[in-house]
């Protein structure tokens, strides 16, 4: 049974009418729903109120995630004395009681980082040459692969993958925001649309404009893959973008990528991954047989 519930889908449970027996921390994926008789339901109440709950004490931080600029986005990875590792849990700086283990931690990451920035700095003074900013809308999709190659001096054979993440914002659910979009209801795209076509089609809309504008950056991308695919170029792709509109604009339908590109969508959960996002995203590709695994499956 559940005497408590944690954070990001984790509980503890203990077994039933045994208000001293040890208490374990689950993730939910471990778990499967319960239906109980309501004298079972009554008596879980009695005992989560009751239930020995074990002291944690803290051993070690091992890690930590999120907004690292930010103390209240902030979690660390902690190792519990006398537990094993597969029960170690991610907590908020605040729910930790041992505040040395804490600051020592955040200075030892400190120093790390400024040891690491002064490397990064050196090394991106020498990369600096090979990063390039355009606006790939000004350029032709037949050779932008080609043009990208010439300024940095690789043979556009030499290229094995290429990655593209096009502009989220108007692509997104956050965009779906009542009363913004100046009047007409919705930011960027319309949400009674089942294609996510631009909000409005009043030419004069800033965000009917931004909406039309993202939506060339697929098409275009899809013409490079294509025409490459015609020189020869045989290198694998994929873009990725938030879970949400992108999929369903026609252009995207996958029966209506160009007929000389393969792809598949893949849809990943990127808190499978420990991603401070935590949300579906897509993933247009090439790689057909490709599954995304994160620690907590697919």
């Given amino acids: 049974m559940v005497v408590k519930d944690g954070r990001r889908g984790n509980y503890a449970i ?13 993730h939910v994926d471990e778990l499967k729903r319960y239906r109980a008789p309501q004298h079972q339901v009554a008596e879980a109440k009695d005992q989560a109120e009751v239930a020995a709950q074990p002291e944690y004490v803290m051993e070690a931080i091992v890690d930590h995630r999120g907004n690292w600029n930010r103390v209240a986005e902030r979690e660390f990875l902690v190792k519990w004395l006398g537990y094993e590792e597969e029960q170690n849990s991610w907590e908020a700086a605040a729910n930790l009681n041992n505040n040395k283990a804490v600051q020592q931690y955040v200075r030892e990451v400190k120093r790390e980082k400024k040891k690491s ?25 037949q050779s932008i692969v080609q043009k990208v190659c010439d300024r940095i001096g690789v043979n556009p054979s030499m290229v094995r993958f290429l990655w593209a993440s096009p502009p989220c914002r108007t692509m997104s659910n956050a965009p779906y925001n009542v009363g913004r979009g100046e009047g007409h209801g919705y930011n960027y795209r319309d949400f009674s649309d089942p294609q996510r076509g631009p909000c409005c089609s ?26 490459d695919r015609r020189r020869g170029l045989q290198y694998d792709f994929m873009v990725e973008n938030p879970g949400a509109c992108l999929r369903r604009r026609p252009y995207a339908l996958l029966h209506n990528w160009p007929d000389m590109v393969q792809v598949a969508l893949k849809t990943v959960s990127l808190c499978a991954f420990k991603h401070p996002a935590m949300k579906p995203t897509d993933l247009f590709t090439s790689l057909v047989d490709y599954t995304p695994r994160g620690e907590t499956g697919s």
């Avoid at 920035?117 to 999709?141: C, H, M, Q, T, Y």
Wanted: proline share 6%.
């Fill in 14 to 26: 203990q077994k039933q009418r045994e208000p001293q027996a040890k208490v374990v921390w689950v």
């Fill in 117 to 141: 920035s002064a490397v990064v700095k050196g090394a991106a003074e020498e990369l600096r040459s090979e990063f390039i900013e355009a606006d790939l809308l000004k350029w032709d999709p």
């Fill in 202 to 227: 009043r030419p004069e809309c800033k965000y009917r404009q931004m909406a039309v504008e993202h939506d060339q950056f697929l098409p275009m991308l899809q013409q490079t893959f294509q025409e």
